[in-house]
């Protein structure tokens, strides 16, 4: 089955040091990997992606992430964290099937 | 570009009722996706709707269903309203042949 997973429900951090929220997925084929964020009573917000080339990948605000075909992964990192960055942080995978597959969300605390 | 919108924001049925969602894409963007985030399952795809059609289904009951009109704009309706149907229910566009989704504010379904 294809899936995506996020095994950390949360992530806390202190403002400046980097930090990363992790992402593993399980997909037949060339991953379509993305990375989204929602804050508080908001939709989801897109951030970056990877469909080919370079295995870093650099978004928006400062965020990049790291494919790693041997390892199945596609880390989000970001050199030094903000509080504003606190929110919740979805990655998705596009299946065999073309449907947009989540992960379970990582919520990010950053504390001043 | 004036991004996903999606009408009401905030809404509240009884048990039994039925609703009816809107969502207007991306100016130019054919394809409207729906999912539905809950606290115990996550976000889940229903379905994506191209060019009037029906492309792609998820796993949800036939009380779900949905429609596109030749502007693009879509509607979700959820028939004989269960408590489980609290949610709030995003939807998404994307361009042709894009891969990358935008998502809408998302509308707040409370069934009591």
């Known amino acids: 089955a294809q899936s995506v997973a996020q095994p950390e429900d949360q992530v806390n951090v202190a403002e400046g040091n980097p930090l990363t929220v992790k992402c593993t997925y399980s997909?037949?084929?060339?991953?379509?990997l993305f990375w989204y964020v929602q804050y508080p009573n908001r939709g989801l917000q897109f951030l970056l992606k990877?469909?080919?080339?370079?295995?870093l990948v650099k978004g928006s605000y400062g965020f990049e992430a790291e494919f790693n075909k041997s390892q199945t992964s596609f880390h989000l990192k970001k050199p030094s964290a903000l509080v504003s960055d606190s929110a919740l942080y979805f990655c998705?995978?596009?299946?065999?099937?073309?449907?947009?597959?989540f992960g379970s969300g990582t919520r990010l605390l950053v504390r001043p | 570009k004036a991004g996903v919108t999606q009408t009401p924001r905030y809404l509240i049925k009884t048990r039994g009722q039925q609703v009816t969602l809107s969502c207007s894409p991306i100016s130019g963007h054919r394809s409207v996706s729906w999912y539905q985030q809950t606290p115990g399952q996550g976000l889940q795809f229903l379905f994506e709707?191209?060019?009037?059609?029906?492309?792609n289904k998820g796993n949800f009951p036939g009380r779900f269903s949905g429609r596109q009109f030749s502007n693009s704009r879509s509607e979700m309706n959820v028939s004989t309203l269960e408590l489980g149907d609290s949610a709030l229910y995003l939807c998404?566009?994307?361009?042709?042949?894009?891969?990358?989704?935008?998502f809408g504010p998302g509308t707040r379904l409370t069934v009591l």
């Open positions: 998404a566009s994307k361009g042709e042949e894009a891969d990358t989704q935008y």
């Open positions: 998705a995978v596009i299946s065999s099937s073309y449907k947009l597959i």
């Open positions: 990877y469909i080919t080339g370079d295995n």
């Open positions: 709707y191209f060019s009037e059609t029906q492309r």
């Open positions: 997909v037949s084929g060339n991953p379509y």
